[in-house]
């Protein structure tokens, strides 16, 4: 066989920087690009099949809220915030949903085409590394890492910054890594690959110290072509300024706030050696959802292929994946030792070179080398049906109170979240709806003043929590709510509620109408409405205690049709519950602001408004013993003529 030319005419020598061409697949390239097709297809498959299946995620609410603000926005939230995250991710999700629209999937989708896009790296590398066989492989494996599509599965900047990070290797091995001249282009796609990585997060740094790394190592060992080797690493060094200028100003303004948000968040002790490479190992190579015989299985396949790779070299082909790998790892051990703020996510970006390194080992198995791949396959199973038939994390579950918020809200209402991962998710879990959000960072010397300003421009009000009880000073908006303004409507999810406030149009305790037996009297507006189903009807009522009652009463306020017949109903003690009739203070009258919920299927008609005190312990009410309605039990205090529904409107 004659050996093959290459590239500068030289029979049987590949050009320094290129592979051998012995090496090289012959595999045809229309089949070659068939197969690359089929693992971009496998790989979308993956990472958006059932892609809104899963409730959003707190980190997701975050990345949906900022993505959402202007960039002078993202920087005063994240300061606020104490965010650790740099905004490349952040900016790009955002013109992503301006173009796509908000929703949940839309959210995810930039993610899973990231990931998707990551293989084309990815098979370029490994077809230059020794033929298009080992990209193929690599390709595969990529396609196929638990690790990989997880997390292209939720939106995210892991999948950003591995991307960009690995492509910025790959125009540096393509392009920049020999003594030729330079290429302008080449040198500037590489500087703005690692900018975006680095912008999107901190720990992608690693990536590119691994380089340096590298790139020094071969200033040491090439003593023959020296000159060659500093001249990559001072063109190496010209870069690393250059992307660290588009990064410095965000750096410069977030620093302190990003330190001091790790530090918080440093919740547990730092990991020994052996827990921080056996929680890394297990995750890298099988991903959150794999079982340890997975982990096991993978780690071992993982590890022949390496070191195959490795052991056969060539180093100068092989050492800038490895150190890809190995660098970001150990300094990463070095970084949760000093602040115990880590993940093995955030080393998402070691996935691919770790692959291109396993693919390359074991297609020099040849055979074995197959059945290795197969059988890692085969332990990744598993993992990935977990991973694309998630189970619901109903404690978590936005979309409940979401679907509340796009039947029932009106224009011109308010919603005071407490978080604004809550905001971020209930922007695209109900996108459109004509409200206006508020972030619920209230301080108790200017509560009154600033709740006193929401209830004025909203007469209808929504309260998102989350494990916060409604009447407790710690939930300040909620427990502010509760005694000034009517609740309404109620609707819970998991560890998350969405309240509706109202605030009776009339103040005041206005014309006395009833006297009740044990001394209860009470004072309303006569109410005469108009008023759509599936809304809210404030009513202020006033009550007035001779001297305070023994017994726990309870009040009603009843709807009924031109027969008699109860269509709508609200009860309870005063003041939702705060102010119960044995505590009121004598000959004293008190506001109780109350709301009655019209049932969405109330047919149209007139209908007449009553109410009534009772025992709550026996039920039985007290008669009215002075007033129009003394005799009865219960006094009639206005007329409500229903109209269009909620749906007409």
Known sequence: ??????????????????PSAACASRRPAGVALALAGLCLLGALV??????????????????AFFALQSPAGILHYSRATLDTNPPAHRLALGLWLRLLGGSARNLRLLSSLLGVALLVPVYLWGSRLSGQRVGLVAAALTALSPMLVYYSREAKGY??????????????VRYLDDGTPVSPMAWAAYVLAEALACGAHYYAVLLFIAQGVWLAADVIADRTRRHIAWRRLGRWLAAQLAAAMLVAPWVVL???TALRGARDASTWAPLSLPAYLADLGMALSAGAQGSRWAAAAAIVILAIGCVSALWRGPWRHVGLPAAAVVVPVALGFVAQRRIAFFSPRFLLFVVPPLLLLAALGLCR??????????????AWLPGLWEITHPTIQLEEDLRPLAQTLRTYALPGDGVIVGYIWQEGNLRLLAPGIPVRYYLGWFSQDGLDREMEKLVAAHRRLWLVTYQSPLQ????????????????ALVTESGYGRVVLYVSPEATGCGPAVAQFEDGISLSCPRVDADVAPGRALPISLCWEVEAAPAAGYSVFVHLYDETGTLRAQSDGVPVNGLRPFPQLPPREPVGDPRALWLPPDLPPGVYQLAVGVYDAGTGKRLNVIAGAAAGKDSVAVGTVRIGAGVGER
Do not use: C, I, K
């Open 1 to 18: 066989l004659r050996a093959p030319r290459s590239r500068d005419g030289r029979t049987g020598q590949a050009r320094r920087g290129e």
């Open 472 to 487: 407790h000073p710690q939930n300040m908006a909620g427990w502010w709510l509760e005694q000034h303004a009517a609740r």
């Open 365 to 378: 198995w040849r055979r074995a080398g197959m059945v290795l791949g197969a059988a890692l396959a085969l």
């Open 159 to 172: 999948p950003f910054a591995a991307l960009f990070g690995l492509l910025a290797l790959y125009v540096w």
């Open 46 to 63: 993956l990472r958006v099949w059932a892609l809104d299946g899963q409730t959003l995620s707190w980190d997701e609410g975050n990345n």
């Open 254 to 256: 977030t620093l302190p």
